[in-house]
């Protein structure tokens, strides 16, 4: 495998799952960056902010600050920030977005008719009231977008439901789709990437273990792609995608030799 410049990391399935970090991932970062590569840390996992899992990431062994993570709450926000700083926003997700928005001087409401945009998240109370008020607002005239696409997240054991039950169940009740996505594999989160790497496409690669959001985005920005079986994909799925990466891991160890984390547990060598 050749070296690149910038490393963009999924999170869940990719570098920790639960609560542990994937064996030899402390390891395989650590010697990224002694190499002189930069590395970025995404998520589209939106219920947590940005320090949570910059902590998160270092007590599992990988120093991390809140400047090293971006995810679709931030993506989200700076979205609407940029291009709709006036948005009325009917929100359906938790308080991370919630407070992402805040800082952006994003106004919320809770009056259907008053939104110009429902936003769509990861919401853990959902509710039918929820659901109603979205269907209102988007009758009233208010974009329908989302933070991410995710039906799942992967999680010790298996998976839980994620942002796709509640986007399905809106598109369900209005009969129209989902307008913008701002989370993986938007082109608007790799805008947002690549600027905090300050590096061109071509220079990185995107590591992950979803195919249609890792992979696809990567693919699509001109990112090299490299696809990890330690999470939500696996050989089956993998084989029968049209999406295929440049290259397939057993897990974010096989990104660097052998040699190098020798080298890096022992500088003499």
Known sequence: MRRFKGYIFDLDGTIYLGDHAIPGAPETIAALRAGGARVAFLSNKPIEPASSYADKLSKLGIP????????SSIVMARYLARTAPDARVYLIGEEPLAEELRQRSITMTEVPREATHVVVSWDRQF???????????IKGGARFIATHPDRTCPVPGGEVADVGGMIGAIEGVTGKKVELVTGKPSPITVMEALTMLDLSAEDCIMVG?????????????????????????????????????????????????????????????
């Open 64 to 71: 991390a600050t809140p400047a090293d993570v971006l995810n």
């Open 127 to 137: 509710t039918y009231k929820k659901l109603d008020d979205a269907l209102q607002a």
């Open 209 to 269: 273990d979803r195919l249609e959001t890792d992979m696809r985005m990567g693919r699509e920005a001109g990112m090299a792609t490299g696809l990890v079986l330690t999470g939500i994909t696996g050989r089956e799925q993998l084989e029968s995608s049209p999406i295929r990466p440049d290259y397939v891991l057993g897990s974010v160890a096989d990104l660097v030799d052998a040699a190098d984390l020798v080298n890096l547990a022992d500088p003499a060598k």
